[in-house]
């Protein structure tokens, strides 16, 4: 007689399938576990998304230089007068000579934290030199910390590749920190896209106006 027959067919079946059933429980369990975990910090993570809001960024509106009136200054009482050369490129050259338009953000941002600088010229040159536009019809004031952006739209072909602005700037004080002051350019033609950072250079024979 065989000897299984002694066996019920269900302890049989445990016996010869039991440690397969035993992993793909743990497997499941685990999964559950998973599952679980992910749905409770996602719901988390949705509620501290909901309670601190999420605010776009500001699309770009040309700066009020009103609110960043100098109060009258004579920057003639102003101990620190400079100037700084920026590099900026409305295209660059590709594809054997192709120009690839870039649009240019000029940010010059006064990294010091306690004593405000002031701004008197942002203009800007073409390839040849010449005057293409004055973003600064008037000295402005930069509190500490403070940060103002000009741009040149990537249609705006006057500058070409080797254009530039030339930023004058003041302080009270010889201990203040020097702005810093960088072109961003930024391109973009189908799915290729290309950004670069030029830093200004320091001007120390610039002659003021």
Known sequence: MNGNNRHPQWLLWIMEHGVRVLILLAIAFMAF??????????????????????????????????????????????????????PVYSHIYHDGGRPYLLETTLSIR????????????????????KLAKREIDRLIKLKPLQTIEFLIERHD?????????????????????????????????????????????????WKMD
């Not at 996602?42 to 009020?64: F, H, K, M, N, T």
């Not at 350019?185 to 189908?190: I, L, T, W």
């Open 157 to 205: 072909v006057s500058g070409g590749s080797g254009a530039n602005y030339i930023v004058e700037w003041h302080a009270d004080d010889d201990r203040v920190h020097a702005p810093l002051v960088e072109a961003v350019m930024v391109g973009r033609s189908g799915t290729n896209a290309i950004s670069f950072v030029r830093k200004s250079e320091p001007l120390p024979q």
């Open 110 to 129: 006064n990294v010091d934290p306690n004593e405000p600088i002031y701004v008197s010229k942002a203009d800007y040159f073409d390839t040849d030199g």
């Open 33 to 86: 576990v998973y599952t679980q975990s992910r749905s409770n910090t996602e719901e988390r993570l949705g509620a501290i998304e909901a309670r601190v809001g999420s605010q776009p960024p500001r699309a770009y509106q040309p700066p009020d230089l009103g609110q960043f009136d100098a109060g009258g200054i004579d920057t003639s009482t102003l101990e620190v007068h400079q100037a700084v050369y920026v």
